[in-house]
């Protein structure tokens, strides 16, 4: 027991004695957080024109994905919502609740799957993605200039390596 002690008053000192020489030893800090506001900082800083009908119709693509994101995801809202209705009532037998927990726990799947599988092919370079999966069909719809079976086949890779229940992968390239 007394051992014990001694090692934990050991620690506890060299933790202090570690702690003490950071904050005695004079480096100046690499951030300067106020530095941020001067006005010497605002001049330095270039600012950048972008073309403003490329950026609109990215926006417009992506409302329109959004739009179609936030149908899917309240129509699954609903039938979630009519399953754990079923799962909690007393009317239906222990296989159908059971039945019913598993359709919800599918739903939650498909619903990270499609978010995972849209950040994976944003990563790939395209401005926006929408994908649904229904069945085993995959539909994605990206937002790109250039329409080439070499960019399809390489969502349709990243699709079936990432969820191999894709049987069938369609992709659709929305011009800006």
């Known amino acids: 027991m007394n051992r014990k002690r001694s090692v934990w008053f050991l620690t506890l000192f060299s933790l202090v004695a570690v702690v003490t020489v950071f904050y ?26 972008t073309s403003s009908t490329n950026e609109e119709s990215i926006l417009s693509k992506s409302n329109a994905f959004e739009e179609m994101r936030m149908e899917v995801t309240d129509k699954r809202s609903q039938l979630r919502d009519q399953l754990a209705t079923k799962a909690g009532s007393n009317e239906f037998t222990a296989e159908e609740k059971n039945e019913a927990f598993n359709q919800i726990e599918e739903l939650v799947k498909i619903d990270s799957t499609e978010a995972m599988l849209e950040l994976i092919i944003e990563s790939l370079g395209y401005d926006d993605a929408l994908v649904r999966i229904e069945d085993n069909d995959v539909l994605i719809d990206v937002v790109s200039n250039e329409q080439s ?5 390489e969502i349709i890779y990243a699709v079936k390596r990432e969820w191999p229940k894709a049987y069938s992968v369609e992709v659709n390239f929305d011009g800006q």
Do not use: H
């Open 149 to 153: 079976t070499k960019k399809a086949s």
């Open 24 to 49: 005695v030893s004079d480096r100046p800090s690499p951030f300067d957080g106020i530095a941020l506001f001067s006005d010497k900082t605002l001049d330095e800083v270039g600012l950048v024109e």
